[in-house]
């Protein structure tokens, strides 16, 4: 409910503020005055039918996904071109719809007012909705599978951050004389992992050690529809130039020199 509020509120601001971006311009641009030359009403008739074919745009890149990180450079780019192709859509269906043309100036305008003020709140939403999302009940409760420091540095750095993935407990499956990592609870070993999974319902599982106990691990996310995740380390990759790419639709871990 928290998240399906969140993503209503989110879609809903972004149309007002995107229909906001581009009257502004239409007054820095023809003055603060109706122009019959170039008339407010079919100007916003035709902001309107491009609004929602700019969300989805947004939406088909994943912007508005909840986990996302709005800071990331790729995601403004993401915004970026999403506001260059509504520029687009916007002049197209005005010359079609109305059979006019209108100054290009305006197009700039609209184009740099719809980018600044969607980035901008993108941001202000981003740090928001973060906090909204870790409070009790986590909408993305993690649960964390190793002790080791791995484990330690991930559980470290989701919180630091305030991700909407918040650790709310570890299994071990050695075993630790540990209480808790980070402030995350230590529950016990693997053999507590179903009953731990039915009391928390965590919607990710990441596998920080013990490689042998994958299939395992991922049979049991399968069962309980929970995202499956695993650290690199575990594999034995180290360093900071791996990823992990799509090659013909096939996900491969690929380290760059």
């Not at 009403?41 to 996904?65: D, M, S």
């Not at 506001?83 to 109305?98: E, G, K, P």
């Not at 009940?137 to 951050?161: F, Q, S």
Request: glycine share 4%; with cysteine; aromatic share 10%.
């Amino acid at each position: 409910m928290r998240r399906t509020v969140l993503l209503t509120l989110w879609l809903l601001t972004d149309a007002l503020l995107f229909i906001g971006a581009y009257t502004a311009a239409y007054f820095l641009r023809v003055g603060f005055i109706v122009s019959s030359d170039f008339p407010l009403n079919l100007y916003l008739q035709t902001v309107l039918i491009i609004t929602p074919l700019w969300l989805l745009v947004l939406a088909e890149l994943g912007v508005f996904r909840l986990i996302r990180v709005q800071t990331e450079i790729r995601n403004m780019l993401y915004l970026l071109f999403s506001c260059v192709i509504a520029s687009s859509l916007f002049t197209l269906a005005y010359y079609f719809l109305h059979d006019r043309f209108f100054s290009r100036l305006l197009l700039i305008y609209a184009g740099v007012l719809s980018f600044t003020v969607t980035l901008v709140w993108h941001l202000a939403f981003d740090a928001w909705q973060r906090r909204i999302l870790r409070k009790h009940p986590a909408a993305y409760p993690v649960l964390i599978i190793g002790a080791n420091r791995d484990a330690e540095n991930l559980i470290t750095l989701l919180n630091e951050k305030q991700s909407p993935l918040k650790p709310v407990a570890v299994l071990d499956p050695q075993g630790t004389s540990k209480k808790e990592i980070g402030g995350v609870p230590v529950l016990g070993k693997l053999n507590i992992l179903e009953e731990t999974i039915n009391n928390l319902k965590p919607k990710y599982l990441v596998q920080c050690s013990t490689l042998e106990h994958t299939i395992n691990l991922i049979s049991v996310c399968r069962n309980h529809k929970i995202t499956y995740c695993l650290l690199p380390t575990v594999l034995g990759i180290l360093g900071k130039n791996e990823e992990f790419v799509r090659v013909e639709g096939q996900a491969l871990a690929m380290i760059r020199e």
